[in-house]
């Protein structure tokens, strides 16, 4: 069994176009530098229920999944992906969307779709420490997951 560190995941943002909502974007900005800590923020909205062709036992079904990441680290306004995101800060509805994708640790896969951004922090914290840069980006729809062909051998 392989294991991968979760720096060689990759996270990646693109401008979000409403007038062209399932264009891809042609450039892709990396989410990294100065980014120190990445966490799952995926939910799962289930509900237990027991159906009359079991024994009467609930069983945990699953209804739907938002998925997501939050992003922790330093701002820094001249890194084109948090620029993009921290221009966002004080936008509402189609403003707080951009592309999101993410490729897997073991380079096999993308996710890709279109997500909304939320609690946006571009510069806060202690006068002692650099800006703060926090972000919690959620895909509105479940992303299309891709092989990546031509992947470099791990």
Do not use: C
Request: without cysteine; charged residues 35%; glycine residues 8%.
């Amino acid at each position: 069994m392989t294991r991968f560190k979760n720096v060689k995941r990759i996270h990646e943002v693109g401008v979000y176009d409403p007038e062209n909502p399932t264009t891809e974007p042609t450039e892709w900005l990396k989410l990294a530098k100065y980014i120190a800590t990445v966490s799952d923020e995926s939910d799962e909205e289930t509900e237990d229920e027991a159906f009359y062709d079991g024994d009467g036992t609930p069983e945990e079904v699953v209804y739907s999944v938002s998925a997501g990441y939050a992003f922790e680290g330093h701002y820094d306004s001249e890194i084109p992906a948090q620029k993009l995101i921290a221009d966002m800060k004080y936008e509402v509805g189609d403003k707080r969307r951009l592309w999101f994708r993410v490729t897997t640790a073991d380079g096999r896969y993308t996710f890709t779709e279109v997500a909304s951004v939320t609690g946006i922090k571009a510069g806060d914290g202690d006068a002692s420490e650099f800006e703060g840069f926090e972000a919690t980006i959620k895909w509105i729809r479940k992303p299309k997951k891709v092989e990546v062909k031509n992947r470099p051998v791990v």
